[in-house]
């Protein structure tokens, strides 16, 4: 597999194309038939723009010529101080999306392998992500496991 794309980090001013995708990428879950919005893509646009320009969240984008076609974001989750070890940050993996002709190329192993590079030179503990049937296998295949350790407690709000 060869991937005829770029990856970069995301920018502040990729804030459009980026909701652009997201909304894409939520219609899929829809099947085509998505619900009324409650939102929309200009609030996408300004939380992402926000989110990115102070650093609490991080992006790659997979760029083929001057168009974004796929995208991962990096949510940091800080752990407390504690006084007998290492408090080192998780990695929230989520929003992982290539659109439909850059799928099953390498882009978006090209993207994984970006966000885990950061992650590693960045001192991460880990990376957790929730991950769809569909994307479960790229995971896996980019080393991430199952894990006994984390709970989930949906709050069905």
């Known amino acids: 597999m060869t991937t005829d794309c770029t990856v970069r ?10 909701a652009e995708l997201r909304w894409m990428f939520k219609e899929e879950d829809h099947e085509g038939r998505p ?3 409650v939102r929309s893509l200009e609030e996408a646009e300004q939380w992402i723009r926000d989110r990115l320009g102070n650093g609490h969240w991080q992006a790659w984008v997979a760029e083929t ?4 076609c796929g995208h991962v974001f990096l949510g940091l989750v800080e ?3 504690e006084p007998y070890g290492d ?6 993996v989520t929003n992982f999306f290539v659109t439909p002709p850059q799928r099953n190329k390498g882009t978006g192993s090209a ?21 769809s ?13 199952p894990s006994e350790e984390l709970l989930e407690l949906p709050l069905g709000t």
């Open 9 to 18: 980090p995301a920018r502040p001013d990729d804030a459009r194309r980026l």
């Open 35 to 37: 619900p009324t919005s």
């Open 65 to 68: 010529g001057d168009d974004i």
């Open 79 to 81: 752990r407390l101080p």
């Open 87 to 92: 408090n080192l940050p998780i990695g929230y």
């Open 111 to 131: 993207l994984l392998e970006a966000l885990t590079r950061h992650s590693r030179s960045a001192g991460f503990e880990s990376l957790i992500v929730w991950p």
């Open 133 to 145: 049937d569909r994307s479960s296998p790229l995971y896996r295949r980019s080393g991430f496991q």
